[in-house]
């Protein structure tokens, strides 16, 4: 009894030394199986950066070189389409003194290139006092300031003459405009700049919206070419309301290829160009011929 005793007490040892061996040794192995598998991601993933990196600076250099040619190509596609025509630039809503004189820059870059001569650069603050252009207009305008269709009235009225000027715009000027610098002598092309306007309720800013509407209505009836712009980093848009009333729109003047576009619009084309996604492509037609003086 004890000699059976004594073999099953050394038959456990041997076990659990065995066991304690094979658990070492796997442990030793798996230690090299993890550490190969480890060096052998860590390969992999330094050759996939390298990759990328590599990928990365030769998609830099591709968009360095068109970058490079949309510079070079800008002036040429659109020398001379506006030769001998000058341009308003007329702000419209809450006007800060930061990104809407850069994109009013932008565009005024983009019509001299075409050509054309500046002739004003305008602001409209947004809303506007309707009694003084109401009492300029004259007696059928006194309910502008409560009627929506005569407040769209009125500005469709005073809209019309924006491009060339008149005697409304010469007799409103210090209320309509909180900003005006040069003349509207001779304007034929009109380019437009929209910025948020603080939200109103009730029927006064439904009379605010209308005469805004006929604003813009009365000036793409009468401008030679009209177009509202904007950056590509404007956000939200400010496009839609212009695009209402059928003026074509550029959402990226700040680009060279915006800039092509949008003389393209003030010498004919129309359309909603740019790259958001209220635009249909990217640019007009681009014709050879350059339009009849």
């Known amino acids: 009894m004890g000699y059976s005793g004594r073999y099953h007490a050394a038959s456990l040892a041997a076990v659990f030394i065995a066991l304690a061996i094979g658990i070492l040794i796997g442990i030793g192995l798996a230690d090299d199986v993890v550490s190969t598998a480890s060096q052998e991601l860590e390969q992999s993933l330094r050759d996939e950066r390298d990759q990328a990196e590599q990928e990365a600076d030769d998609l830099r250099g591709q968009l360095d070189m068109e970058a490079d040619f949309s510079d070079a190509a800008y002036p040429a596609l659109v020398d001379g389409r506006l030769d001998r025509q000058r341009f308003a630039v007329v702000e419209l809503g809450d006007v800060p003194d930061d990104a809407v004189d850069t994109t009013a ?17 305008s602001s409209i603050a947004l809303p506007v006092d309707l009694a003084p252009l109401a009492e300029a207009a004259g007696g059928s305008f006194k309910r502008a300031q409560r009627d929506p269709d005569e407040a769209e009235r009125l ?109 393209y619009v003030l010498g004919g084309a129309t359309g909603d160009f740019g790259v958001k996604g209220g635009a249909s492509s990217l640019l007009p037609p681009l014709k050879r011929d350059r339009p009849k003086q």
């Open 105 to 121: 820059e932008d565009a005024i870059d983009a019509a001299e290139q075409g050509g054309a001569d500046l002739a004003s650069v």
């Open 155 to 263: 500005g469709r009225l005073i809209g019309a003459q924006i491009p060339g000027g008149g005697d409304l715009i010469d007799e409103t000027k210090p209320d309509l405009f909180s900003r005006f610098n040069g003349s509207l002598d001779d304007v034929t092309l009109l380019i437009l700049i929209r910025n948020p306007v603080k939200a109103g309720g009730g029927n006064r800013a439904k009379v605010q919206e209308a005469f805004e509407s006929g604003l813009i209505e009365g000036a793409r009836r009468s401008a030679g070419g009209i177009v509202g712009v904007e950056r590509t980093s404007t956000d939200p848009t400010t496009l839609e309301q212009f695009s209402d009333h059928g003026v074509s729109t550029v959402d990226d003047v700040d680009t060279p290829a915006g800039k092509v576009a949008m003389v």
